[in-house]
């Protein structure tokens, strides 16, 4: 015969101040836990959706990044010419070579320098980038000192703004346009004419050349030619992996931080709730012996006090997811290590996260409770209702 | 004496509740001391940087370089006292994974510059001549093995190709702040490779430390060696070390701002557990403080037991914290390798540690307290619990 269930949630409800505490307690760790994840997914993302699968991005050997490689105008030339990549509606391969340079802005809201991209492109390049829209004024005419600056980037960096000028490499550049590319990495970036910023920065290399394959599948035999070819020193990935090796430091750091902090955390909500479950326990001994006398068996019992415990650590779950779903509010913007440059990405809730989050609340309770509820089982029915 | 007997009695009375809560106090107060201390970590290059050397760079950003004719002028800048200059070099040990920091410096002068990092000079001899000679940090040294003689390989990401090194020194730090996790070259040795390589690249110099006659002086000489290159085609941007450090510390603020809210959040729970623990003390023994009261012992007497018992539980767990923070910091400094220049807690954590654990105390007494001493006598008594 089991035990009604009503009996758990007024047991709960008799000791309103003690269930507080504890589910607080309880709902302080999973809103971490959850921000965490959201973060990391955020991040992922951000990154994910920064590249195409179709998109091949060819750097120099051994260059992590864009900011480090160098493809010169020959080698760039020889890239274009390559039979995998695909042709445009007007006859031209699809394919962008891209200089790209960090240059020193101000954030607006405090004034510190910090690291932007700055992307000198091709007339392919949004051909290429699907996500990539003008959202505010026009794009840069090429051949102008006229830059375009992503969503984010426009309103982090003072001088970005749409109409704002901003001075770098002896000249001044005009914002003529704002453009959203779908929350990814771009929109964190700076757009000009790859040609004016070479001249500007005295760099008459490319840093990367990016090109959209005819085939998905012809990738392998794109990356055997280039890599194989002597007149290039040049490796070549998929953009999308590409964008995810460029997070991979920072995601790690995400994701260890983030879980040493919950394991940590869990450690201090499981001992609270195993107070509360002792002490719900020893101040009800009495009552347990009666439950016993009145035939309920141990199994009743365990299973009785198991559900307190679970339904502390799910409340505790419910109302931390609940708050840390207005973390999707805020955007994080720091310092990506391995690009060294600014990025700014969201806190993503996905049901993967939730339904991990009330999974972890619930094993707190349940963990918790557990030595407890062996305990009120375990109780002998005499010594129980002798119990004051 | 009696009313020390009675808090140590009554602490003692739910032994297994107590030895959670200090537990629970334990794991707060360490995991707090780390985060203090993985904050401070971050902050380590900015502190041990000096306020007496300027840095010299690319007005644009740090991926730009200056020409190596300005070494000369700024020497001529008034309250210039020295000029050395260093390239990063990015490059990689074997796997990515093994992060440490690799400059190419001029090796007459930097050393000279820096009297923090402390070489001896037969081994500074030896670095000068040796083309390919490298001086490495203690620590890195320790981590990785290197020894005086051993042949180093890095796969270089920003100038390519494999770079052979043979170490020459290992330095020390002067004081305990000294960044030992770093690794220095020629940078003659990286200009003669770029000649051959990439003849666009040479004589390009990342940074210039200049050191000055006057710390006094710092602004005036910052703003004089940025004004003699105005307009040209790379203009510098000159700081002190100390405040170009903190840039890039303030790049990644975002992430600091994060540790440091968690790091009070743990504080923030572990609150809450104690309060629950102190109110459940509280209620049970309702009756024994009406008891006590129609003894005639006043509400502050009954206020001073229960402080007395939460400053007793967490005070022990806060000992054992900071007892455990060195040892496990140390570890934790040792799995992060050369990731932070010095990982090491600081006095003011563990000041902080203790002013939390009063703090949790004094909070989680303070409502049970307010309501023992509030109770009447016959309200008391009529307590079931």
């Not at chain 2, 300027?54 to 002028?73: G, H």
């Not at chain 2, 002190?240 to 809210?261: H, K, N, P, Y």
Request: net charge positive; with cysteine; charged share 20%.
């Amino acid at each position: 015969m089991k035990i009604p269930y009503s009996y758990t949630f007024r047991n709960l409800w008799a000791r309103k101040w003690t269930t507080l505490l504890t589910v607080g307690g309880m709902a302080l760790v999973v809103f971490v836990f959850s921000t965490v994840l959201m973060l990391e997914e955020g991040l992922r993302k951000t990154m994910v959706d920064t590249g195409s699968y179709d998109n091949v991005v060819v750097i120099r050997r051994s260059a992590q990044t864009e900011v480090q490689s160098i493809v010169d105008r020959t080698q760039a030339a020889l890239l274009e010419s390559q039979p995998a990549i695909a042709l445009g509606g007007d006859g031209a391969r699809m394919i962008s070579k891209e200089t790209v340079v960090l240059v020193n802005l101000n954030k607006r809201d405090s004034g510190r320098p910090t690291n932007v991209m700055v992307r000198g492109v091709g007339a392919g390049a949004v051909a290429l980038r699907p996500q990539v829209k003008i959202i505010e004024g026009r794009m840069f005419r090429p051949g102008a000192s006229e830059i375009v600056a992503g969503r984010s980037a426009a309103d982090r960096f003072t001088g970005a703004g749409i109409g704002e000028m901003l001075r770098f490499g002896q000249r001044e550049w005009r914002v003529v346009g704002v453009f959203d590319a779908g929350k990814s990495g771009f929109d964190s970036e700076i757009w000009g004419d790859a040609e004016q910023l070479m001249q500007a920065f005295r760099r008459p290399v490319y840093s990367a050349v990016v090109a959209k394959l005819s085939d998905t599948a012809r990738f392998d035999e794109f990356k055997k030619d280039v890599e194989s070819d002597p007149r290039l020193t040049v490796e070549a990935k998929r953009e999308t992996v590409f964008y995810a090796d460029q997070s991979e430091v920072l995601a790690n750091f995400i994701k260890y931080l983030g879980l040493t902090l919950s394991i940590i955390f869990s450690i201090g909500a499981v001992i609270g709730a195993m107070i509360t479950m002792y002490a719900s326990v020893a101040s009800r001994t009495a009552e347990i012996g009666t439950l016993r006398a009145l035939g309920f068996r141990r199994r009743s019992v365990l299973a009785a006090f198991l559900l307190e415990a679970a339904l502390l650590g799910m409340t505790g779950g419910v109302i931390g997811l609940f708050f840390a779903s207005f973390m999707q509010l805020f955007t994080i913007s720091t310092m990506n290590w391995q690009s060294f440059s600014e990025l700014a990405f969201s806190f993503t809730l996905t049901p993967a996260i939730a339904l991990k989050t009330v999974a972890f609340a619930l094993f707190m309770g349940v963990v918790g409770g557990f030595l407890p509820a062996i305990r009120a089982a375990n109780l002998k029915i005499v010594d129980a209702l002798r119990a004051v | 004496m009696y009313y020390l007997k009675m808090i140590f009695r009554n602490a003692l009375r739910h032994r297994l509740r107590s030895g959670l809560t200090v537990l629970g106090i334990v794991v707060a107060i360490v995991a707090f001391g780390l985060l203090r201390t993985v904050v401070d970590a971050w902050y380590a290059g900015a502190e041990a940087a000096s306020k007496s050397r300027l840095v010299s760079r690319n007005s644009i950003s740090l991926v730009f370089s200056l020409p190596l004719a300005y070494s000369n002028k700024i020497r001529q800048i008034d309250g210039v006292k020295a000029v050395s200059y260093a390239n990063w070099f990015g490059g990689v040990y074997v796997t990515e994974k093994n992060f440490f920091p690799q400059f190419a410096v001029h090796a007459p002068t930097y050393f000279d510059l820096y009297p923090e990092f402390v070489v001896p000079p037969a081994q500074l001899r030896d670095f000068q001549r040796d083309r390919k000679g490298a001086i490495v940090g203690r620590r890195l040294a320790n981590t990785y093995g290197f020894k005086i003689g051993d042949s180093v390989s890095l796969r270089g990401t920003i100038f390519p190709g494999n770079w052979e090194f043979v170490i020459r020194g290992i330095y020390d730090g002067a004081e305990k702040k000294t960044d030992v996790s770093q690794f220095f070259f020629q940078w003659d040795y990286l200009n003669e490779t770029m000649r051959k390589v990439a003849p666009r690249r040479v004589n390009s110099v990342g940074v210039y430390v200049i050191g000055l006659s006057g710390a006094d002086r710092a602004a005036e000489v910052a703003a004089t060696v940025d004004a003699t290159f105005k307009n040209s085609l790379a203009e510098t941007l000159t700081e002190t070390e100390q405040a170009f450090q903190l840039g890039f510390v303030s790049m990644t603020e975002a992430i600091v701002v994060a540790i440091r809210i968690v790091s009070y959040l743990v504080i923030f729970i572990i609150m809450a557990v104690m309060a629950n623990t102190m109110a459940m003390t509280v209620r049970e023994r309702m009756t024994e403080y009406a008891t006590l009261k129609a003894l005639g012992f006043g509400g502050g007497h009954l206020a001073a037991l229960i402080f007395g018992e939460a400053a007793v539980i967490s005070g022990l767990g806060a000992m054992l914290g900071i007892f455990l923070t060195y040892p496990i910091a140390e570890k934790f400094g040792k799995a992060t390798g050369t990731l932070f220049p010095a990982f090491r807690v600081h006095d003011e954590t563990v000041y902080l540690q203790l002013a939390c654990a009063a703090l949790i105390a004094v909070i989680a007494a303070l409502v049970p307290c307010w309501r023992a001493a509030r109770v009447r006598i016959v309200d008391g008594l009529r307590n079931i619990g």
